[in-house]
């Protein structure tokens, strides 16, 4: 059995920026081979040109070459005695006989690195994973004085870290490739580029016991742990009453009793025995059912999904039904953490390209608005999800209390999942449900959804407030 579930995917949207910071830095450059070996020698015990070419095995010319620029660096002179030896300067280079050579120089250099700016921490430039935007995610503020003296925080950042920064390869080769360690000797200036949110996935697990698992430290970020802080800050102000009453009421109008098998009265898995056979596909009464954990389009449950929906498509092509065009209707639950992550953008493509007109399918997808006039959620909805406004619409707010979203296909599948919270025991809400084929059981959930969607909350106030688009046109 798996040892960990995961129940939710979230992708968390964090102010960052990039500058371009311009350092010197303390060089420790080695001479040359003959040069910093002709030195040595000479520490070892003065010696005159010709046991110099003599050890080393040199004409006249090379040593003489070696010889004339060191006491041109000031590294050798000549003793009374005819022989060459260390002048001031060279012995400082040894602190013993046996030791390198290394010279200290002054050099510049520029870095161009990325700060979120909530916590100042510094990460690579591929951590967004290609998305630049703001779209499908839980978007998170930095302080106002972060951002308004942000090259401060990175100058503070950039000399504090620095030797860390350097091992990191954060730096131009240029700097670190020297077998010496650069020392960072004066910050020149920090200029601020373009910003785009840090996107930071995190993955919602439960253990065995069904408790919590600790989330995973952020290799990439250098404030691992002030980011683990953040997400818990913001998290623990989400947080919302417990709604196993409205579940349970909700599990009972759709007669639903596989999923209720699975939790207790606090709506709180039972046993991860079964949850494991659940998710594995089972038969009960009759009926094959596989069991959902986490939202509808979460990776694991969509892979099961998507493969129907393709096979539908193509079945639907196949026959040539354009003129009895299958419905597709997926609607969301009055929830923070749906849709908030990258993942959802894979679902509603594949939906898109089996869904198209020309193939006898259509689909909509219902996002929670206030009602038919309420331009300010529309417009919110839909530069979340601007690659796919196609099938965005709005939905009057209170279906099943909002705690549930389906997917429904006419005839040919439903896939529900239940959005339970429980603030005491996990930070985020736990979808659950299940997708099946059978379809007394699609009729059925099918009945309820459309019976809403036709409903009015009043005179000329209809639940289906149509198109997003034609909602911000009004």
Known sequence: MSSQFKYQEIDFLI??????????????????????YVLRLINIAP????????????????????????????????????RLGLTELANKLFTDVASDVSLTTIEESTAKIKFDLATFSYFKSDQNGGLNNWACGL????????????????????????????????????????KHRPHLYMINSVIPTFNSPLRIKVDFKIDHKGDPVLLEKFSNLSNSDQIHSLLAEHLNQMKRANNAKEIIKVLELFGDRYTAQFLDEKCQIKSLVDLQ?????????????????????????WKVLEKEIQMISKHQQVSNKSNNALQLTWIAPSNPFWGMTSKIGVAFESVQEAFRDDKGLTAKVFLPIGNQYDKHAAKTWLNIFKPYAKLLNGVREGFCDGNVEILHIENELVAISYHVTDTERLPVTMPIGFFTKDRNT????????????????????????????????R
């Open 139 to 178: 978007r998170l503020n930095a302080p106002p004085e972060h951002l308004a003296y942000a090259t401060e925080y990175v100058k503070t950042e950039f000399q504090d870290e620095f030797f860390q920064i350097a091992e990191n390869n954060y730096l131009p080769n240029s700097v670190t490739k020297e």
């Open 277 to 301: 056979d659940g998710l594995v596909g089972e038969i009960v009464g009759g009926v094959n059912y596989n069991l959902l954990l986490g939202p509808i389009y979460q990776e694991e449950n």
């Open 47 to 82: 010696m005159t040109k010709m046991q110099i070419a003599v050890y080393f095995g040199l004409s006249d010319i090379e040593v003489t070459e070696a010889i004339d620029d060191l006491i041109e660096q000031d590294f050798i002179k000549l003793n009374s005695d005819g």
């Open 15 to 36: 102010p960052s920026q990039e500058f371009i910071v311009n350092f010197s830095y303390v060089s420790c450059k080695g001479l040359s081979f003959i040069r910093e």
């Open 442 to 473: 699609i009729n059925h959930i099918g009945k309820i959804l459309n019976q809403y969607l036709i409903g009015y909350a009043a005179y000329n106030e209809p639940n289906n407030c149509s198109h997003l688009q034609k909602i911000i046109g």
